[in-house]
Protein backbone atom coordinates (compact mmCIF):
# COMPACT_ATOMS: atom_id res chain seq x y z
CA UNK A 1 0.00 0.00 0.00
CA UNK A 2 1.34 3.33 -1.24
CA UNK A 3 2.02 6.31 1.41
CA UNK A 4 2.11 9.15 -1.09
CA UNK A 5 -0.35 11.54 -0.55
CA UNK A 6 -3.02 11.59 -2.65
CA UNK A 7 -3.89 14.98 -5.11
CA UNK A 8 -7.06 16.54 -4.94
CA UNK A 9 -8.35 18.58 -8.15
CA UNK A 10 -8.73 22.78 -7.24
CA UNK A 11 -12.13 21.91 -9.64
CA UNK A 12 -14.16 19.52 -9.95
CA UNK A 13 -15.76 19.14 -14.04
CA UNK A 14 -19.27 19.93 -14.35
CA UNK A 15 -21.54 16.75 -15.29
CA UNK A 16 -22.08 16.87 -19.11
CA UNK A 17 -25.62 17.35 -18.50
CA UNK A 18 -24.88 20.70 -16.32
CA UNK A 19 -22.41 21.44 -18.78
CA UNK A 20 -24.91 21.59 -21.81
CA UNK A 21 -27.31 23.89 -19.88
CA UNK A 22 -24.17 26.37 -18.93
CA UNK A 23 -23.98 26.69 -22.49
CA UNK A 24 -27.26 27.26 -23.35
CA UNK A 25 -27.66 29.67 -21.06
CA UNK A 26 -24.91 31.67 -22.85
CA UNK A 27 -26.27 31.28 -26.17
CA UNK A 28 -29.54 32.23 -24.62
CA UNK A 29 -27.76 35.55 -23.37
CA UNK A 30 -26.37 36.22 -26.42
CA UNK A 31 -28.82 35.78 -28.14
CA UNK A 32 -30.89 37.91 -26.14
CA UNK A 33 -28.38 40.36 -26.69
CA UNK A 34 -28.37 40.35 -30.52
CA UNK A 35 -31.94 40.41 -30.52
CA UNK A 36 -32.12 43.43 -28.33
CA UNK A 37 -29.00 45.23 -30.46
CA UNK A 38 -30.90 44.26 -33.35
CA UNK A 39 -34.24 45.87 -32.11
CA UNK A 40 -32.52 48.89 -31.23
CA UNK A 41 -30.86 49.26 -34.82
CA UNK A 42 -34.74 48.89 -36.21
CA UNK A 43 -36.16 51.34 -33.91
CA UNK A 44 -33.39 53.73 -35.10
CA UNK A 45 -34.15 53.03 -38.58
CA UNK A 46 -37.25 53.64 -38.46
CA UNK A 47 -37.08 56.69 -36.18
CA UNK A 48 -34.86 58.30 -39.03
CA UNK A 49 -37.82 57.19 -41.55
CA UNK A 50 -40.53 59.16 -39.49
CA UNK A 51 -37.99 62.33 -38.92
CA UNK A 52 -37.07 62.22 -42.62
CA UNK A 53 -40.84 61.98 -43.67
CA UNK A 54 -41.27 64.97 -41.11
CA UNK A 55 -38.37 67.33 -42.93
CA UNK A 56 -40.12 66.26 -46.25
CA UNK A 57 -43.82 67.44 -44.46
CA UNK A 58 -41.98 70.87 -43.55
CA UNK A 59 -39.98 71.61 -46.25
CA UNK A 60 -39.74 69.04 -49.27
CA UNK A 61 -36.31 70.16 -50.60
CA UNK A 62 -34.23 70.37 -47.57
CA UNK A 63 -31.39 68.15 -48.76
CA UNK A 64 -28.21 69.25 -49.67
CA UNK A 65 -28.56 68.37 -53.26
CA UNK A 66 -32.11 70.13 -53.17
CA UNK A 67 -30.68 73.21 -51.79
CA UNK A 68 -28.04 73.62 -54.55
CA UNK A 69 -30.58 72.97 -57.10
CA UNK A 70 -32.71 76.26 -55.67
CA UNK A 71 -29.98 78.33 -55.75
CA UNK A 72 -30.45 81.83 -56.95
CA UNK A 73 -28.16 82.50 -59.97
CA UNK A 74 -26.33 85.47 -59.34
CA UNK A 75 -24.83 87.41 -62.46
CA UNK A 76 -20.93 88.31 -62.45
CA UNK A 77 -21.65 91.82 -62.30
CA UNK A 78 -23.72 92.06 -59.54
CA UNK A 79 -21.92 89.20 -57.61
CA UNK A 80 -20.18 90.53 -54.75
CA UNK A 81 -18.02 86.90 -54.15
CA UNK A 82 -16.41 87.14 -57.48
CA UNK A 83 -15.13 90.72 -56.26
CA UNK A 84 -13.79 89.67 -52.53
CA UNK A 85 -11.92 86.98 -54.25
CA UNK A 86 -10.54 89.27 -57.09
CA UNK A 87 -9.54 92.12 -54.63
CA UNK A 88 -7.59 89.23 -52.23
CA UNK A 89 -5.91 88.14 -54.99
CA UNK A 90 -4.56 91.59 -55.51
CA UNK A 91 -3.20 91.55 -52.27
CA UNK A 92 -0.16 90.11 -50.76
CA UNK A 93 -0.19 86.59 -49.26
CA UNK A 94 1.26 87.95 -45.63
CA UNK A 95 -1.76 90.75 -45.04
CA UNK A 96 -2.80 92.43 -43.11
CA UNK A 97 0.99 93.88 -41.89
CA UNK A 98 2.88 93.62 -38.55
CA UNK A 99 2.80 97.38 -36.54
CA UNK A 100 6.25 97.84 -36.17
CA UNK A 101 5.99 101.47 -34.23
CA UNK A 102 6.37 102.34 -31.27
CA UNK A 103 7.27 97.96 -30.89
CA UNK A 104 6.55 95.27 -32.75
CA UNK A 105 2.66 94.00 -32.25
CA UNK A 106 0.34 92.07 -33.43
CA UNK A 107 -1.00 92.86 -36.69
CA UNK A 108 -2.28 95.95 -37.56
CA UNK A 109 -5.96 95.46 -37.96
CA UNK A 110 -6.14 93.74 -35.05
CA UNK A 111 -3.85 96.92 -33.20
CA UNK A 112 -6.79 99.80 -34.59
CA UNK A 113 -9.63 97.28 -33.34
CA UNK A 114 -8.07 97.62 -29.66
CA UNK A 115 -8.35 101.35 -29.95
CA UNK A 116 -11.41 102.96 -27.67
CA UNK A 117 -13.40 104.49 -30.81
CA UNK A 118 -13.19 107.73 -29.35
CA UNK A 119 -9.56 107.32 -29.27
CA UNK A 120 -7.28 108.38 -32.12
CA UNK A 121 -4.36 107.39 -33.70
CA UNK A 122 -1.06 108.47 -33.33
CA UNK A 123 0.46 110.06 -35.60
CA UNK A 124 2.79 107.18 -36.13
CA UNK A 125 -0.23 104.78 -36.66
CA UNK A 126 -1.81 107.28 -39.22
CA UNK A 127 1.46 107.41 -41.03
CA UNK A 128 1.98 103.55 -41.44
CA UNK A 129 -1.33 102.43 -41.93
CA UNK A 130 -1.41 105.31 -45.15
CA UNK A 131 1.54 103.86 -46.67
CA UNK A 132 0.53 100.17 -46.37
CA UNK A 133 -2.98 101.39 -47.77
CA UNK A 134 -1.21 102.71 -50.51
CA UNK A 135 0.59 100.06 -50.93
CA UNK A 136 -2.52 97.89 -51.51
CA UNK A 137 -4.23 100.66 -53.74
CA UNK A 138 -5.31 98.36 -56.47
CA UNK A 139 -7.06 95.94 -53.72
CA UNK A 140 -8.45 98.54 -52.00
CA UNK A 141 -9.82 99.83 -55.32
CA UNK A 142 -11.55 96.60 -56.27
CA UNK A 143 -12.74 95.93 -52.59
CA UNK A 144 -14.59 99.28 -52.42
CA UNK A 145 -16.65 97.55 -55.54
CA UNK A 146 -18.29 95.86 -52.48
CA UNK A 147 -20.49 98.74 -51.84
CA UNK A 148 -22.92 98.00 -54.39
CA UNK A 149 -22.64 94.93 -54.47
CA UNK A 150 -25.30 93.19 -51.56
CA UNK A 151 -25.88 89.92 -53.16
CA UNK A 152 -23.08 87.13 -53.93
CA UNK A 153 -22.58 83.33 -54.68
CA UNK A 154 -19.59 81.61 -54.21
CA UNK A 155 -18.42 78.59 -56.39
CA UNK A 156 -18.27 75.18 -54.43
CA UNK A 157 -15.64 73.28 -55.42
CA UNK A 158 -15.96 71.41 -51.34
CA UNK A 159 -19.69 69.69 -52.32
CA UNK A 160 -17.77 67.69 -54.27
CA UNK A 161 -14.33 66.93 -53.06
CA UNK A 162 -14.72 67.40 -49.21
CA UNK A 163 -11.05 68.08 -48.58
CA UNK A 164 -11.39 71.11 -50.84
CA UNK A 165 -11.28 74.47 -48.35
CA UNK A 166 -14.35 77.08 -48.64
CA UNK A 167 -13.71 80.45 -50.64
CA UNK A 168 -15.06 82.41 -48.19
CA UNK A 169 -11.99 81.63 -46.23
CA UNK A 170 -10.25 84.51 -48.67
CA UNK A 171 -12.72 86.91 -47.17
CA UNK A 172 -11.22 87.65 -43.88
CA UNK A 173 -8.04 89.76 -45.15
CA UNK A 174 -10.86 91.85 -47.21
CA UNK A 175 -12.46 92.39 -44.11
CA UNK A 176 -9.58 93.90 -42.94
CA UNK A 177 -8.89 96.23 -45.75
CA UNK A 178 -11.60 97.58 -45.43
CA UNK A 179 -12.01 98.12 -42.03
CA UNK A 180 -8.85 100.25 -42.41
CA UNK A 181 -9.42 102.73 -44.59
CA UNK A 182 -13.04 103.17 -42.77
CA UNK A 183 -10.41 103.66 -39.64
CA UNK A 184 -8.25 105.69 -41.99
CA UNK A 185 -11.31 108.28 -43.13
CA UNK A 186 -12.57 108.18 -39.81
CA UNK A 187 -9.19 109.55 -38.03
CA UNK A 188 -8.95 112.08 -41.29
CA UNK A 189 -12.44 113.84 -40.52
CA UNK A 190 -14.40 111.68 -43.11
CA UNK A 191 -16.67 109.58 -41.65
CA UNK A 192 -19.15 109.82 -44.50
CA UNK A 193 -16.37 107.73 -46.15
CA UNK A 194 -15.53 105.60 -43.04
CA UNK A 195 -19.25 104.64 -42.90
CA UNK A 196 -19.50 103.65 -46.62
CA UNK A 197 -16.45 101.38 -46.01
CA UNK A 198 -18.44 99.82 -43.10
CA UNK A 199 -21.34 99.22 -45.44
CA UNK A 200 -18.51 97.77 -47.84
CA UNK A 201 -17.72 94.74 -44.99
CA UNK A 202 -21.85 94.37 -44.80
CA UNK A 203 -21.50 93.05 -48.48
CA UNK A 204 -18.46 90.37 -47.75
CA UNK A 205 -20.68 89.18 -45.34
CA UNK A 206 -23.52 89.18 -47.67
CA UNK A 207 -21.52 87.82 -50.51
CA UNK A 208 -22.04 84.26 -48.67
CA UNK A 209 -25.57 84.65 -49.97
CA UNK A 210 -27.71 81.33 -49.46
CA UNK A 211 -24.86 79.03 -49.41
CA UNK A 212 -24.71 75.78 -48.15
CA UNK A 213 -21.75 75.72 -46.00
CA UNK A 214 -23.21 76.58 -41.79
CA UNK A 215 -19.63 77.66 -40.77
CA UNK A 216 -19.76 80.46 -43.65
CA UNK A 217 -23.38 81.75 -42.36
CA UNK A 218 -22.64 82.20 -38.82
CA UNK A 219 -19.15 84.15 -40.02
CA UNK A 220 -21.15 86.60 -41.67
CA UNK A 221 -22.21 87.22 -38.20
CA UNK A 222 -18.95 87.70 -36.83
CA UNK A 223 -18.49 89.93 -39.92
CA UNK A 224 -21.28 92.03 -39.46
CA UNK A 225 -20.45 92.90 -35.35
CA UNK A 226 -16.54 94.08 -37.23
CA UNK A 227 -18.68 96.53 -39.56
CA UNK A 228 -21.06 97.83 -36.82
CA UNK A 229 -18.07 98.39 -34.74
CA UNK A 230 -16.54 101.00 -37.35
CA UNK A 231 -20.29 102.24 -37.42
CA UNK A 232 -19.05 102.98 -34.18
CA UNK A 233 -16.04 104.77 -34.24
CA UNK A 234 -17.02 106.32 -37.32
CA UNK A 235 -19.55 108.58 -34.94
CA UNK A 236 -17.12 108.33 -32.24
CA UNK A 237 -14.71 110.36 -34.74
CA UNK A 238 -17.07 113.04 -36.09
CA UNK A 239 -19.89 113.63 -37.27
CA UNK A 240 -21.70 111.97 -40.14
CA UNK A 241 -23.72 113.97 -42.39
CA UNK A 242 -27.37 113.21 -42.22
CA UNK A 243 -28.12 112.04 -45.83
CA UNK A 244 -24.71 109.18 -44.64
CA UNK A 245 -26.78 108.68 -41.80
CA UNK A 246 -29.64 107.91 -43.39
CA UNK A 247 -28.37 105.53 -46.10
CA UNK A 248 -26.48 103.48 -43.38
CA UNK A 249 -29.42 102.86 -41.31
CA UNK A 250 -31.75 102.43 -44.59
CA UNK A 251 -28.78 99.73 -45.24
CA UNK A 252 -28.67 97.70 -41.81
CA UNK A 253 -32.62 97.98 -41.41
CA UNK A 254 -32.74 95.58 -44.63
CA UNK A 255 -29.60 93.40 -43.08
CA UNK A 256 -31.87 93.40 -40.11
CA UNK A 257 -34.99 91.83 -42.79
CA UNK A 258 -32.85 88.75 -43.95
CA UNK A 259 -33.62 85.52 -43.42
CA UNK A 260 -29.62 84.75 -41.85
CA UNK A 261 -30.45 82.11 -39.08
CA UNK A 262 -33.22 80.58 -41.45
CA UNK A 263 -30.73 79.83 -44.19
CA UNK A 264 -27.45 78.87 -41.44
CA UNK A 265 -29.84 76.71 -39.93
CA UNK A 266 -31.20 74.60 -43.15
CA UNK A 267 -27.34 74.38 -44.09
CA UNK A 268 -27.13 72.84 -40.72
CA UNK A 269 -29.26 70.36 -41.11
CA UNK A 270 -28.51 69.12 -44.47
CA UNK A 271 -25.07 69.26 -43.62
CA UNK A 272 -25.98 66.95 -40.56
CA UNK A 273 -27.91 64.32 -42.24
CA UNK A 274 -25.47 64.25 -45.06
CA UNK A 275 -22.48 63.88 -41.94
CA UNK A 276 -24.24 61.06 -40.90
CA UNK A 277 -25.03 59.04 -43.44
CA UNK A 278 -21.71 59.43 -44.66
CA UNK A 279 -20.46 58.04 -41.28
CA UNK A 280 -22.57 54.88 -42.22
CA UNK A 281 -21.54 54.45 -45.96
CA UNK A 282 -17.84 54.61 -45.00
CA UNK A 283 -18.21 52.14 -42.11
CA UNK A 284 -20.03 49.43 -44.39
CA UNK A 285 -17.51 50.85 -47.50
CA UNK A 286 -14.33 50.23 -45.22
CA UNK A 287 -15.98 47.07 -43.64
CA UNK A 288 -14.78 44.49 -46.02
CA UNK A 289 -10.99 46.56 -46.30
CA UNK A 290 -7.98 44.39 -44.83
CA UNK A 291 -8.19 46.53 -41.50
CA UNK A 292 -7.09 46.04 -37.98
CA UNK A 293 -9.57 44.39 -35.56
CA UNK A 294 -9.47 47.94 -33.57
CA UNK A 295 -10.04 49.63 -36.87
CA UNK A 296 -12.89 47.73 -37.38
CA UNK A 297 -14.55 48.10 -34.54
CA UNK A 298 -13.49 51.51 -33.83
CA UNK A 299 -16.21 51.93 -37.21
CA UNK A 300 -18.67 49.86 -36.03
CA UNK A 301 -19.12 51.80 -32.71
CA UNK A 302 -19.02 55.43 -34.95
CA UNK A 303 -21.46 53.96 -37.64
CA UNK A 304 -23.56 52.79 -34.53
CA UNK A 305 -23.50 55.93 -32.49
CA UNK A 306 -24.40 57.79 -35.92
CA UNK A 307 -27.82 55.54 -36.71
CA UNK A 308 -28.66 56.38 -32.91
CA UNK A 309 -28.32 59.70 -32.88
CA UNK A 310 -29.44 60.29 -36.64
CA UNK A 311 -33.24 61.02 -35.77
CA UNK A 312 -32.76 62.47 -32.87
CA UNK A 313 -30.42 65.42 -34.56
CA UNK A 314 -32.35 65.34 -37.18
CA UNK A 315 -35.80 66.40 -35.20
CA UNK A 316 -33.75 68.90 -33.15
CA UNK A 317 -33.01 70.73 -36.79
CA UNK A 318 -36.42 70.16 -38.05
CA UNK A 319 -38.01 72.12 -34.59
CA UNK A 320 -34.96 74.37 -35.28
CA UNK A 321 -35.70 75.79 -38.98
CA UNK A 322 -39.49 76.07 -38.04
CA UNK A 323 -38.42 78.44 -34.96
CA UNK A 324 -36.20 80.18 -37.31
CA UNK A 325 -39.59 81.03 -39.85
CA UNK A 326 -40.80 82.98 -36.86
CA UNK A 327 -40.56 86.62 -36.30
CA UNK A 328 -37.30 87.36 -34.22
CA UNK A 329 -39.28 88.54 -31.35
CA UNK A 330 -41.20 85.31 -31.53
CA UNK A 331 -38.43 82.90 -31.84
CA UNK A 332 -37.26 83.33 -28.09
CA UNK A 333 -38.99 80.58 -26.37
CA UNK A 334 -38.94 78.37 -29.33
CA UNK A 335 -35.03 78.29 -29.57
CA UNK A 336 -35.09 77.56 -25.77
CA UNK A 337 -36.75 74.20 -26.31
CA UNK A 338 -34.70 73.87 -29.23
CA UNK A 339 -31.63 73.78 -27.36
CA UNK A 340 -33.25 71.73 -24.44
CA UNK A 341 -33.96 69.32 -27.14
CA UNK A 342 -30.54 69.24 -28.34
CA UNK A 343 -29.11 68.73 -25.12
CA UNK A 344 -31.47 65.80 -24.08
CA UNK A 345 -30.20 64.48 -27.68
CA UNK A 346 -26.60 64.95 -27.13
CA UNK A 347 -24.92 63.69 -23.61
CA UNK A 348 -21.13 65.07 -23.02
CA UNK A 349 -19.65 61.81 -23.46
CA UNK A 350 -20.66 62.12 -27.66
CA UNK A 351 -17.57 62.47 -29.23
CA UNK A 352 -19.03 61.55 -32.58
CA UNK A 353 -20.61 64.71 -33.02
CA UNK A 354 -18.13 66.71 -31.41
CA UNK A 355 -16.26 65.86 -34.22
CA UNK A 356 -18.48 67.80 -36.19
CA UNK A 357 -18.19 71.22 -35.24
CA UNK A 358 -21.02 72.85 -36.58
CA UNK A 359 -24.18 71.00 -34.65
CA UNK A 360 -21.41 69.87 -32.16
CA UNK A 361 -21.68 73.66 -31.39
CA UNK A 362 -25.19 74.59 -32.11
CA UNK A 363 -26.17 76.33 -28.74
CA UNK A 364 -23.30 78.50 -28.60
CA UNK A 365 -24.18 79.78 -32.96
CA UNK A 366 -27.27 80.35 -31.17
CA UNK A 367 -26.14 82.63 -28.68
CA UNK A 368 -23.62 84.33 -31.46
CA UNK A 369 -26.85 84.87 -33.66
CA UNK A 370 -28.67 86.57 -30.89
CA UNK A 371 -25.95 88.75 -29.44
CA UNK A 372 -24.86 90.28 -33.07
CA UNK A 373 -28.75 90.23 -34.14
CA UNK A 374 -28.61 92.92 -30.90
CA UNK A 375 -26.01 94.47 -31.33
CA UNK A 376 -27.14 95.63 -34.85
CA UNK A 377 -30.56 96.31 -33.65
CA UNK A 378 -28.82 98.85 -31.23
CA UNK A 379 -26.85 100.27 -33.52
CA UNK A 380 -29.68 101.46 -35.66
CA UNK A 381 -30.62 102.91 -32.21
CA UNK A 382 -27.85 104.55 -32.12
CA UNK A 383 -27.85 106.00 -35.38
CA UNK A 384 -31.42 106.64 -35.08
CA UNK A 385 -30.28 108.65 -32.07
CA UNK A 386 -27.36 110.34 -33.96
CA UNK A 387 -29.66 112.16 -36.47
CA UNK A 388 -32.22 112.72 -33.45
CA UNK A 389 -29.76 115.14 -31.77
CA UNK A 390 -27.94 116.56 -35.01
CA UNK A 391 -32.16 117.79 -35.69
CA UNK A 392 -32.55 118.96 -32.18
CA UNK A 393 -29.52 119.66 -30.27
CA UNK A 394 -29.69 116.79 -27.65
CA UNK A 395 -30.05 113.45 -27.41
CA UNK A 396 -33.01 111.40 -26.97
CA UNK A 397 -34.02 111.35 -23.55
CA UNK A 398 -35.68 107.91 -24.25
CA UNK A 399 -36.16 105.97 -27.25
CA UNK A 400 -39.69 106.52 -27.64
CA UNK A 401 -38.63 109.84 -28.60
CA UNK A 402 -37.30 108.11 -32.06
CA UNK A 403 -40.62 106.90 -32.78
CA UNK A 404 -41.82 107.28 -35.46
CA UNK A 405 -40.19 110.04 -37.16
CA UNK A 406 -36.42 108.56 -36.74
CA UNK A 407 -37.23 104.44 -35.93
CA UNK A 408 -40.59 102.53 -36.62
CA UNK A 409 -40.95 101.30 -33.18
CA UNK A 410 -38.46 100.98 -30.06
CA UNK A 411 -36.48 97.93 -31.18
CA UNK A 412 -36.44 94.78 -28.60
CA UNK A 413 -33.85 92.35 -27.92
CA UNK A 414 -34.05 88.69 -29.17
CA UNK A 415 -32.94 87.40 -25.42
CA UNK A 416 -36.12 88.23 -23.73
CA UNK A 417 -38.22 90.65 -26.01
CA UNK A 418 -37.64 93.20 -24.11
CA UNK A 419 -37.50 97.13 -25.20
CA UNK A 420 -33.56 98.01 -25.03
CA UNK A 421 -32.74 100.31 -23.05
CA UNK A 422 -31.35 104.18 -22.89
CA UNK A 423 -29.02 105.25 -20.33
CA UNK A 424 -26.64 109.37 -20.60
CA UNK A 425 -23.60 108.89 -19.39
CA UNK A 426 -21.18 111.94 -18.21
CA UNK A 427 -19.83 111.51 -21.87
CA UNK A 428 -22.25 110.19 -24.05
CA UNK A 429 -24.81 107.72 -24.23
CA UNK A 430 -24.92 103.85 -24.64
CA UNK A 431 -27.97 101.70 -25.90
CA UNK A 432 -27.78 98.49 -24.65
CA UNK A 433 -30.15 95.21 -23.92
CA UNK A 434 -30.84 93.09 -20.83
CA UNK A 435 -28.61 89.92 -21.21
CA UNK A 436 -30.63 86.40 -21.07
CA UNK A 437 -29.85 85.62 -17.58
CA UNK A 438 -31.88 89.23 -16.82
CA UNK A 439 -28.78 90.87 -15.14
CA UNK A 440 -28.81 95.05 -16.24
CA UNK A 441 -25.80 95.56 -16.31
CA UNK A 442 -26.61 99.56 -16.92
CA UNK A 443 -24.85 99.86 -19.93
CA UNK A 444 -21.63 99.01 -19.37
CA UNK A 445 -20.14 97.55 -21.61
CA UNK A 446 -16.95 94.88 -21.93
CA UNK A 447 -15.65 94.64 -25.58
CA UNK A 448 -13.35 91.57 -24.91
CA UNK A 449 -16.23 89.57 -24.96
CA UNK A 450 -19.37 90.85 -26.21
CA UNK A 451 -20.48 94.00 -27.41
CA UNK A 452 -24.21 94.07 -25.54
CA UNK A 453 -24.80 97.73 -27.24
CA UNK A 454 -24.04 100.31 -28.72
CA UNK A 455 -22.31 103.65 -27.37
CA UNK A 456 -22.38 107.60 -28.66
CA UNK A 457 -20.03 110.52 -27.56
CA UNK A 458 -21.10 114.43 -26.69
CA UNK A 459 -19.01 115.97 -29.12
CA UNK A 460 -16.82 117.49 -27.36
CA UNK A 461 -15.60 114.14 -26.41
CA UNK A 462 -15.21 112.75 -29.77
CA UNK A 463 -11.60 112.62 -31.32
CA UNK A 464 -9.61 112.27 -28.23
CA UNK A 465 -5.90 112.12 -28.20
CA UNK A 466 -4.30 108.58 -27.81
CA UNK A 467 -4.15 108.58 -23.87
CA UNK A 468 -3.42 104.55 -23.73
CA UNK A 469 -2.66 102.36 -27.04
CA UNK A 470 -2.67 99.33 -25.13
CA UNK A 471 -5.24 96.97 -25.99
Sequence with gaps: MSDAPTTVPLTTPLPPRRRLRFVKYVLLLFALGAAGFGFLLWRADRDLR?????????????????????????????????????????????????????????????????????????????????????????????????????????????????????????????????????????????????????????????????????????????????????????????????????????????????PLLWHALRADRAELHEFLTWTLARRMERKARGLTLRAKVQLTLAATRARRMHPKLLRVMNAAVEAARLPPEERREALRRVEEEYAAAVGPEETLLRTHMIVGNLPCRLWGYRSGDAFLRSALAGLAAERFRLDRGRWPRALAELVPAYLAAVPLDPWGGRPFRLRRLPDGLVIYWVDADGKDTGGTLDRRFDAQGFRLWDVAHRRQHPASLSP
Design 50 to 258: EAMAEADRLDPHWRLADLEAARAAIPDDENGALVVLKARSLLPAAWPPILTLPEPLPSLDERLFALPPQDQMTPEMTQELSAELAKVAPALDEALRLLDRPRGRYPAPWLTDPTAGHPFSEAPTVIALLRLYATLKAQEGNPDAALASARGVVNVARSVGDDLSPSAHYSRFLIRDRALGCVERALAQGEPSVQALIATQKFLEDEVGQ
